[in-house]
């Protein structure tokens, strides 16, 4: 079974950017597509972005392209989200998962992300 720990919140403000990182126990990480999902206040969890298991595909929701990119380092276990230009609708607690049998699950703690204006 794969386990996460996201890392790199912050409070940051508008416009600044912010690199977070998922951190994989496990033994097949690098066969797996991983995802970053947030979940704001009051509001359900949202999908944010895929990545494949060799980085070939990545899949972001509309609000976040071209100001987020997904990555990973399969030697290290890795999967990173960098989030540019962030404003204040980004603010949330970000999750990464790992996609078994068709769902995202093995979810971390979490990390918070709060985007000031």
């Known amino acids: 079974q794969v386990q996460l720990v996201e890392s790199g919140g912050g409070l940051v403000q508008a416009g600044d950017s912010l690199r977070l990182s998922c951190a994989a126990s496990?033994?097949?990480?690098?066969?797996?597509?991983m995802g970053w999902f947030r979940q704001a206040p009051g509001k359900e969890r949202e999908f944010v972005a895929s990545?494949?298991?060799?980085?070939?595909?990545?899949t972001y929701v509309g609000s976040v392209k071209g100001r987020f990119t997904i990555s990973r380092d399969n030697a290290k276990k890795t999967v990173y989200l960098q989030m540019n230009s962030l404003n204040p609708e980004d603010t949330a607690v970000y999750y990464c998962?790992?996609?078994?049998?068709?769902?995202?699950?093995?979810w971390g703690q979490g990390t918070q992300v709060t985007v000031s204006s």
């Open positions: 496990g033994r097949f990480f690098s066969t797996y597509t």
């Open positions: 998962a790992v996609r078994t049998g068709g769902a995202f699950g093995s």
């Open positions: 990545i494949t298991w060799n980085g070939g595909v990545t």
